[in-house]
């Protein structure tokens, strides 16, 4: 199986960046869509960015622009650099990786464990 393995979260003053790693095992990941989403206190869980593995990306609107999402196939690794963080972005953030073509809820679908990311002054 797929096990993913994340770090780099933390706690950041506004408008200072991080960036996020997220490293699986156990499977060619050359197939698999990778991406991030976050969960704050009492919201739904969202979509923060996705990345093919033909390098095709996708992003929330509400990190357009400051969020890049990017992978290194050789590495097994997908990355979020975030830049001019805002409190808003205080949540929880999930590495998740798909096999191209399955849905959320399909056994090829996979989560890691969630890194919290904390924006205040």
């Known amino acids: 199986q797929v096990q993913l393995v994340e770090s780099g979260g933390g706690l950041v003053q506004p408008g200072g960046s991080l960036r996020l790693s997220c490293t699986g095992s156990?499977?060619?990941?050359?197939?698999?869509?990778m991406g991030w989403y976050r969960q704050a206190p009492g919201k739904q869980r969202e979509l923060v960015a996705t990345?093919?593995?033909?390098?095709?990306?996708n992003y929330a609107d509400s990190v357009k622009g400051r969020f890049t999402i990017s992978r290194d196939n050789a590495k097994n690794t997908v990355y979020l650099q975030m830049n001019s963080l805002k409190p808003e972005d205080t949540a929880l953030y999930y590495c998740?990786?798909?096999?191209?073509?399955?849905?959320?809820?399909?056994?090829?679908?996979?989560w890691g464990q969630g890194t919290q990311v904390t924006v205040s002054s």
């Open positions: 156990g499977s060619i990941f050359s197939i698999y869509v």
């Open positions: 990345i093919t593995s033909g390098r095709t990306t």
């Open positions: 998740n990786v798909r096999r191209s073509g399955a849905a959320m809820t399909s056994v090829f679908n996979y």
